[in-house]
């Protein structure tokens, strides 16, 4: 299996060539930077933020049902475009999540199954399945209030940008599979922390139903946070002991 | 080692071809390969896409030579993907800013210093410093947004330090024209120096323009409009440079030769045998258009096309850290300023000139590049290695 922490000829490091380096920090060190300090960044950061329009925003629903269910929320005090807006976010999430677990199969196809610890494709095909499961219940949900679920929210938005990175990590040949795990692990631990706050506000809503379809999803969500870490944590183990690696424990 | 041009015949442009794998292959590592095998491929990157662009108007100014043309441009589109995708995708825009940038200063260091014409050399070093000032700004934006150390990409080889300073480049139009060589006089490695430096700063302000609007961080997407703005400014300059009474079929003759040569400097250098293979094939390519090219000069000019190119190739391109020649001259020349197509000390440019008239309302809302170094100083590991160690210091002290 392909590691990472094998030992070559890295050169990123000033210690490669001690003597350069030196010549370089000597230099820094006598220049004459620009007046002021980094607070000068903030200053152009909080200009644009001040007139900054957001992403994009929710879409109106689109049926006469949605209207009626978003009227009814106005009544109460609730704006329903913020659970539509998060909704659609573990919408977007849960989907590109198929994908991310797609792109770790075919790693661990080329890595070989970790049998000893119950990495297998079977066991990946499982979480696969339930991120499909909760993307479709979410839509279901969705489509309950009368809104569109093909409609990309500004959280869906963002949610896309910060899943850019772990994409990038999992599609890379070079990488390992433990560094594809840990990729994993982190979309997995906001995926955790994001259907606990999708359940209480589904509550705060007053719609149980959808609240009690999201807390089976964070219960699974729950359980492959607990895999991925057992997973990952046990190829760390071998790696660098050398020694077998050990299942995870039970639940 | 010396590459015979009346000899050499590379691969026929008929038996050249790839498939999709073969322009995509493994990429360097960022992290194991040296500096400069990230540096050849970038400046190979640029001598393509230049090629490219140049063969594209030619064959929009001329209606016998377009099925030529595109044969062989066809080809030099394909060499450019391979290059280019030699990039590792763990690479950020902004750390393959700083290898564009370290591209820059040490291609136009060595070029400075072997170039034959002293004009010529003074544009070489004036672009220089400018160029030298990018790595310092950018640098400072790596480590302030990224929060990333610009010497894992430049392993040493180059100085992190002001050159003239960014908002000083910013000129009007008619300051960045320079007077052109010769046809007939210059030597073939002015001609070929012209052209790749042209190439090198022509792909920098295409990538910065094409990158800058992939940040969110407002202080990037304006530093980035800054220097794209200066590298337009560098490609008016270089442009103008080339005499512009060559003939169009002589302009492709040394865009070929300019290619032979870069390749045949990337290969004579590579340490990386994997890499030194890619460089050995596209030199047979390149030798294989330069040799079509020249059965067309024949026909068509009627001319012998050693009357333009050398015999053989000159000294290859020094691949190297040039820190000596570069800090020489910023001690002696930033404080040069463009005046018409002559360079003048800072006292000298007018106040109410073109430029300075010009500079004064770009920079009157502010200056980006002295926005993101406010304060800055290089330091190995970042500039938060400081401040990280003050804050233990204090709390060790404290407890």
């Given at each position: 299996?392909?590691?990472?922490?094998?030992?070559?000829?890295?050169?990123?490091?000033?210690?490669?060539?001690?003597?350069?380096?030196?010549?370089?920090?000597?230099?820094?060190?006598?220049?004459?930077?620009?007046?002021?300090?980094?607070?000068?960044?903030?200053?152009?950061?909080?200009?644009?933020?001040?007139?900054?329009?957001?992403?994009?925003?929710?879409?109106?629903?689109?049926?006469?049902?949605?209207?009626?269910?978003?009227?009814?929320?106005?009544?109460?005090?609730?704006?329903?475009?913020?659970?539509?807006?998060?909704?659609?976010?573990?919408?977007?999430?849960?989907?590109?999540?198929?994908?991310?677990?797609?792109?770790?199969?075919?790693?661990?196809?080329?890595?070989?199954?970790?049998?000893?610890?119950?990495?297998?494709?079977?066991?990946?095909?499982?979480?696969?399945?339930?991120?499909?499961?909760?993307?479709?219940?979410?839509?279901?949900?969705?489509?309950?209030?009368?809104?569109?679920?093909?409609?990309?929210?500004?959280?869906?938005?963002?949610?896309?940008?910060?899943?850019?990175?772990?994409?990038?990590?999992?599609?890379?040949?070079?990488?390992?599979?433990?560094?594809?795990?840990?990729?994993?692990?982190?979309?997995?631990?906001?995926?955790?922390?994001?259907?606990?706050?999708?359940?209480?506000?589904?509550?705060?809503?007053?719609?149980?139903?959808?609240?009690?379809?999201?807390?089976?999803?964070?219960?699974?969500?729950?359980?492959?946070?607990?895999?991925?870490?057992?997973?990952?944590?046990?190829?760390?183990?071998?790696?660098?002991?050398?020694?077998?690696?050990?299942?995870?424990?039970?639940? | 080692?010396?590459?015979?041009?009346?000899?050499?015949?590379?691969?026929?442009l008929?038996?050249?071809?790839?498939?999709?794998?073969?322009?995509?292959?493994?990429?360097?590592?960022?992290?194991?390969?040296?500096?400069?095998?990230?540096?050849?491929?970038?400046?190979?990157?640029?001598?393509e896409n230049e090629s490219w662009l140049f063969q594209h108007q030619f064959a929009r100014c001329n209606a016998d030579l377009r099925k030529e043309l595109a044969r062989v441009r066809r080809v030099e589109q394909?060499?450019?993907?391979?290059?280019?995708?030699?990039?590792?995708?763990?690479?950020?825009?902004?750390?393959?800013?700083?290898?564009?940038?370290?591209?820059?200063?040490?291609?136009?260091?060595?070029?400075?210093?072997?170039?034959?014409?002293?004009?010529?050399?003074?544009?070489?070093?004036?672009?220089?410093?400018?160029?030298?000032?990018?790595?310092?700004?950018?640098?400072?934006?790596?480590?302030?947004?990224?929060?990333?150390?610009?010497?894992?990409?430049?392993?040493?080889?180059?100085?992190?330090?002001?050159?003239?300073?960014?908002?000083?480049?910013?000129?009007?139009?008619?300051?960045?024209?320079?007077?052109?060589?010769?046809r007939?006089?210059?030597?073939?490695?002015?001609k070929?120096?012209?052209l790749?430096?042209l190439a090198?700063?022509?792909?920098?302000?295409?990538?910065?323009?094409?990158?800058?609007?992939?940040?969110?961080?407002?202080?990037?997407?304006?530093?980035?409009?800054?220097?794209?703005?200066?590298?337009?400014?560098?490609?008016?300059?270089?442009e103008?440079?080339q005499d512009p009474h060559e003939p169009w079929l002589e302009k492709w003759l040394l865009h070929e030769a300019t290619e032979?040569?870069?390749?045949?400097?990337?290969?004579?250098?590579?340490?990386?045998?994997?890499?030194?293979?890619?460089?050995?094939?596209?030199?047979?390519?390149?030798?294989?258009h330069l040799n079509y090219v020249m059965e067309l000069f024949k026909k068509v000019e009627k001319r012998?096309p050693?009357e333009v190119l050398?015999?053989?190739?000159?000294?290859?391109?020094?691949?190297?850290?040039?820190?000596?020649?570069?800090?020489?001259?910023?001690?002696?020349?930033?404080?040069?300023?463009?005046?018409?197509?002559?360079?003048?000390?800072?006292?000298?440019?007018?106040?109410?000139?073109?430029?300075?008239?010009?500079?004064?309302?770009?920079?009157?809302?502010?200056?980006?590049?002295?926005?993101?170094?406010?304060?800055?100083?290089?330091?190995?590991?970042?500039?938060?290695?400081?401040?990280?160690?003050?804050?233990?210091?204090?709390?060790?002290?404290?407890?």
């Open positions: 299996m392909k590691t990472s922490g094998d030992m070559g000829k890295n050169r990123t490091g000033v210690r490669m060539s001690p003597k350069e380096a030196k010549a370089m920090e000597e230099a820094a060190a006598n220049i004459h930077p620009p007046p002021g300090d980094e607070s000068k960044i903030a200053e152009v950061r909080e200009s644009y933020h001040a007139r900054a329009i957001p992403v994009g925003s929710v879409p109106p629903p689109g049926s006469v049902k949605g209207m009626a269910k978003a009227a009814a929320s106005a009544v109460t005090g609730k704006k329903a475009s913020v659970l539509l807006d998060k909704m659609g976010e573990r919408m977007a999430f849960e989907r590109t999540g198929v994908r991310l677990y797609e792109a770790l199969i075919t790693k661990l196809a080329s890595a070989g199954e970790v049998d000893s610890i119950g990495l297998t494709e079977e066991a990946l095909r499982k979480i696969q399945d339930d991120e499909l499961r909760h993307m479709q219940i979410v839509a279901e949900a969705i489509e309950e209030m009368g809104a569109d679920p093909t409609a990309e929210t500004p959280c869906a938005d963002v949610a896309g940008v910060q899943a850019k990175g772990i994409l990038q990590v999992l599609t890379d040949p070079r990488t390992t599979l433990a560094q594809g795990l840990s990729a994993i692990l982190t979309a997995e631990l906001v995926d955790n922390a994001s259907w606990e706050m999708l359940v209480d506000l589904a509550r705060d809503f007053g719609n149980d139903e959808a609240a009690n379809a999201f807390e089976d999803a964070r219960r699974q969500e729950e359980e492959h946070v607990r895999l991925v870490r057992g997973w990952l944590e046990a190829l760390t183990r071998q790696e660098s002991l050398g020694a077998p690696a050990h299942a995870p424990p039970p639940a | 080692m010396a590459l015979d041009l009346t000899k050499e015949k590379g691969i026929p008929d038996q050249q071809r790839f498939t999709w794998p073969d322009l995509v292959r493994t990429p360097l590592s960022k992290l194991d390969d040296d500096a400069f095998t990230r540096v050849r491929v970038i400046l190979m990157n640029g001598i394909h060499q450019q993907t391979l290059v280019n995708w030699l990039l590792p995708p763990d690479q950020s825009a902004l750390e393959t800013t700083i290898a564009y940038e370290q591209v820059a200063v040490e291609v136009t260091a060595t070029v400075a210093e072997h170039e034959p014409d002293p004009y010529m050399k003074q544009v070489y070093r004036f672009g220089l410093l400018e160029d030298f000032d990018h790595l310092y700004r950018y640098s400072a934006l790596l480590d302030r947004l990224e929060g990333k150390d610009p010497n894992v990409i430049l392993q040493s080889y180059t100085d992190i330090m002001p050159g003239r300073p960014t908002w000083v480049e910013h000129r009007h139009p008619d300051d960045d024209i320079r007077a052109h060589y010769d007939k006089k210059a030597h073939p490695l002015t070929i120096h012209a790749l430096i090198a700063e022509q792909q920098t302000r295409n990538f910065y323009a094409t990158v800058g609007n992939i940040y969110a961080d407002p202080i990037a997407r304006q530093l980035y409009a800054e220097i794209s703005s200066i590298e337009e400014q560098h490609v008016t300059q270089y103008s440079l032979v040569y870069c390749y045949f400097s990337c290969m004579h250098q590579e340490g990386n045998t994997r890499i030194k293979q890619i460089w050995e094939q596209m030199l047979a390519y390149e030798l294989g012998d050693f050398p015999k053989s190739l000159p000294q290859p391109l020094d691949f190297a850290s040039h820190r000596d020649y570069v800090r020489e001259v910023l001690e002696k020349e930033v404080d040069l300023r463009a005046q018409g197509t002559q360079f003048v000390p800072k006292e000298k440019e007018p106040q109410d000139g073109p430029s300075a008239t010009y500079r004064n309302y770009m920079n009157s809302k502010g200056s980006p590049s002295e926005t993101v170094a406010a304060g800055y100083r290089w330091m190995p590991g970042t500039e938060l290695i400081a401040r990280a160690q003050a804050l233990r210091a204090q709390e060790l002290g404290v407890h």
